[in-house]
């Protein structure tokens, strides 16, 4: 008998490109028929079909302390009775603002919107007006949403559908962006002498999450940090996954370096759409109406999608082993699943930081771009079909990072570390 996802996949393509209102999730890099969604509870998500799994995408990030968590549900049930939204000032909004600045040190003022993609695409705006220049380095294999002048080399999606270069990215936009390999600081300092005063922003994942999990070289954040300060570039840390996610400071928060402007994204609304980008107060006064960079949102700022994110952000804040507890978990997952791959004689490498992680299908290290298209894209897709049938849910493309949720347990790392097994043995 046809399953409910597969019937209500054949209907969605009716109505919705692809059938799926975001490319990643139609499946098409791992194969076979995407799973309808009917609900979720803690570590386990369930498909139309009532197939239960553990969830380890977490809505790509959003999800840190598992599915449907009371507090966040709670809030938003309590913000609905006052309506939804009114597109004027609202004091939760100040309270959503001050508790950003306050978790984030470098952001001393910041501007909510609706995603990521407007986060990112709204801080390059405004390094381009604060500094008058036009052209931006990005780095191949990083993607910072669909804006056209991150649709160069971009990672995410974009990779995972083999369109790097997306159709519809004007040769004018395009020509503004320069994309350099991850890690590479040498290229960047060409890059900027050859571009000497028209840099407006640099803009980065301080840990990469959408080339699958890459980690930063030593010294690569800090050579950015210290070339923007020589020629006034402005360091975009695009910290939409790695936000709230790796510390409460972010990336930054462990890794010790500091952009000019931050975006956030995902877990900021816990599980409502949000994206924010904030930073130094001279920059971020150049936003309209403050200054004359526009921008603007219908629903910025929504009533319900702070009172959800305002519920996250203080069970982060009042979880003192949160962080701890996460990379601990990661940690038994990564080391249960290397004694697999030792055992089966099979080369494959891991990255991790806190809990993000992926296991590349290549027995190369994985520090950027080339080294991550090295994985077998065949391979990876047979697994993530039979750590399905496992009952477990990854992301489905290799160029894509885990997320752990605190509902982890320990039994259920060993779940995940048992299905690993069983799935690895299958395939090869
Ligand atoms: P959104 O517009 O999707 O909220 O955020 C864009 C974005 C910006 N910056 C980074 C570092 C991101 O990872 C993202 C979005 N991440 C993808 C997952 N790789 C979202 C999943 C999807 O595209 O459906």
Partial sequence: MESRSKQLFEEAQGYIPGGVNSPVRAFKAVGGNPLFIKKAKGAFIY???????????????????????????????????????????????????????????????????????????????????????????????????????????????????????????????????????????????????????????????????????????????????????????????????????????????????????????KIIGGGMPVGAYGGKKEIMDYVSPQGPVYQAGTLSGNPVAMAAGLAMLKQINEDETLYSDLALITAKIDNGIQENLEELGLPYTSNRIGSMYSLFFTDKKVTDFESAKSSNLEMFGKYFREMLNQGVYLAPSQYESLFLSKAITVELANRIIEANRNALKAIH
């Fill in 47 to 265: 498909d139309e079909d009532d197939n239960e799994y553990i969830e380890l995408i977490n809505s790509w990030g959003p999800m840190i302390l598992g599915h449907a968590n009371p507090q966040i549900q709670e809030a938003v049930a309590n913000a609905i009775e006052g309506s939804l939204s009114f597109g004027a000032p609202t004091a939760i909004e100040i309270e959503m603002a001050k508790t950003i600045c306050e978790m984030v040190p470098s952001i001393e003022k910041v501007r909510m919107v609706n995603s990521g993609t407007e986060a990112t695409m709204s801080a390059v705006r405004l390094a381009r007006g604060y500094t008058n220049r036009s052209k931006i380095i990005k780095f191949e294999g990083c993607y910072h949403g669909h804006g056209d002048s991150f649709l160069i080399a971009a990672g995410s999606g974009a990779i995972t559908l083999g369109e790097p270069d997306s159709p519809g990215v004007t040769k004018g936009v395009a020509q503004d962006t320069i994309t350099v390999p991850f890690n590479d600081i040498n290229q960047v300092h060409q890059v900027i002498m050859a571009n000497r005063g028209n840099i407006a922003a640099i803009i980065v994942e301080p840990v990469a999450g959408n080339m699958g999990c890459v980690l930063p070289d030593k010294g690569f954040l800090e050579g950015l940090r210290s070339a923007c300060d020589a020629e006034g570039i402005v360091l975009i840390f695009d910290e939409v996954m790695t936000g709230f996610r790796l510390s409460k400071a972010g990336a930054q928060g462990v890794l010790g370096v500091q952009p000019d402007i931050t975006t956030l994204g």
